[in-house]
């Protein structure tokens, strides 16, 4: 079992590979790295669809009325926008580590 002090510099050392442009680790950690990433991109995607969804049922059965689905559209599109800006944001960085 790794001490916690060598758990801490394995983290030391991954968090400064994200952040530098050194080379990177192995290939299977690499591969670890990325699907877990895109999976955290995918979860957040679902997260945003489920809660929007949600926050137009529920508005709708608090005010006991149709509830149009976009609020203000400038917003929605501002969130949705940013959302997509940032998955593709952390693939293109990915792309970019790989080669």
Not at 21 to 29: F, G, H, K, L, M
Request: charged share 20%.
């Amino acid at each position: 079992m790794a001490s916690l002090q060598e758990k801490l510099e394995n983290l030391w050392r991954d968090i400064k590979w994200v952040v530098s442009t050194a080379s990177r680790p192995d290939d299977d950690e690499f591969k670890l790295t990325a699907r877990f990433l895109i999976l955290l991109a995918f979860i957040a995607g679902a997260f945003q669809i489920v809660f929007h969804i949600a926050g137009v049922y529920l508005k709708s059965a608090v005010a006991r009325s149709t509830i149009p689905t976009l609020g203000d559209p400038v917003k929605e599109t501002v969130a949705a926008l940013t959302s997509i800006g940032v998955i593709l944001a952390a693939l293109l960085y990915l792309m970019a580590k790989l080669r």
